[in-house]
């Protein structure tokens, strides 16, 4: 079953702006990773944050996770074109050795 | 740099017919996995292996088989495709380091059945 749901499902923000979208899960976790899809291809690694963990940045990225709330939130600040993309949330559930992904949230860059 | 690569970007089939989706890494990771992404619906696991010969099923294994005969490749098999098999095929490998899993994806294949 589907652990994490993103909000919003869409989002489209000029170039410079940040984005922010969040995810919300269910069950404990070992981890959140946050992955982007450009259109039709395969997902990549962005980021990983550990449930003892409560913020990490990665360049222009910076995730947050509040583990009381069980959400999740992915800033990509200063946005560019290329930041277009879908972004999905997958969290490692506790106890479990796959990953279960959102339904994600597609940003669109405006230049 | 790892690499997971799907034998197809896209194919087309007949209703009916028996389709074989590929998938190799040349990573030595233990497990992969194939999904299937819909529009509002994310990605969804079909089947996963975490050792040669070894599987379980995903969340939606119906109408799907797999097989791994050897570490670096997982099979996908279509038995009699149908059109609501229609979609993006998403394999992916993992490793896991200090508890942690991260996941590592093919291009995808896309799907049609006519």
């Known amino acids: 079953s589907q652990q994490g749901e993103e909000d919003p499902q869409a989002l489209s923000i000029q170039e410079g702006e940040n984005a922010t979208m969040n995810c919300s899960y269910k069950?404990?976790?070992?981890?959140l990773q946050w992955y982007r899809q450009n259109s039709g291809r395969g997902l990549v690694h962005l980021i990983l944050?550990?449930?003892?963990?409560r913020e990490k940045h990665s360049g222009r990225l910076r995730v947050t996770l509040d583990t009381s709330k069980k959400s999740s939130s992915l800033l990509i600040t200063a946005s560019r074109a290329a930041d277009t993309a879908s972004y999905f949330c997958?969290?490692?559930?506790?106890?479990?050795?796959?990953?279960?992904f959102g339904a994600g949230t597609t940003v669109t860059v405006r230049a | 740099d790892v690499k997971v690569t799907q034998s197809s970007r896209y194919l087309v089939k007949r209703t009916g017919e028996k389709v074989f989706l590929e998938c190799v890494q040349d990573?030595?990771?233990?497990?992969m996995f194939w999904y299937r992404q819909d529009p509002g619906l994310g990605l969804r696991l079909i089947y996963f292996?975490?050792?040669?010969?070894?599987?379980e099923k995903g969340d939606i294994p119906e109408g799907y088989s797999v097989s791994r005969e050897k570490k670096e490749r997982f099979s996908l098999i279509l038995e009699s495709a149908s059109t609501n098999q229609t979609s993006m095929y998403l394999c992916?490998?993992?490793?896991?380091?200090?508890?942690?899993?991260?996941?590592?994806f093919g291009q995808g294949t896309r799907l049609t059945v006519v």
């Open positions: 992916a490998s993992s490793f896991q380091i200090r508890g942690d899993t991260e996941a590592f």
């Open positions: 069950t404990s976790i070992n981890n």
């Open positions: 944050i550990r449930s003892n963990e």
């Open positions: 997958a969290t490692d559930a506790v106890g479990d050795y796959k990953l279960s």
């Open positions: 990573m030595d990771h233990e497990n």
């Open positions: 292996s975490y050792d040669v010969k070894m599987k």
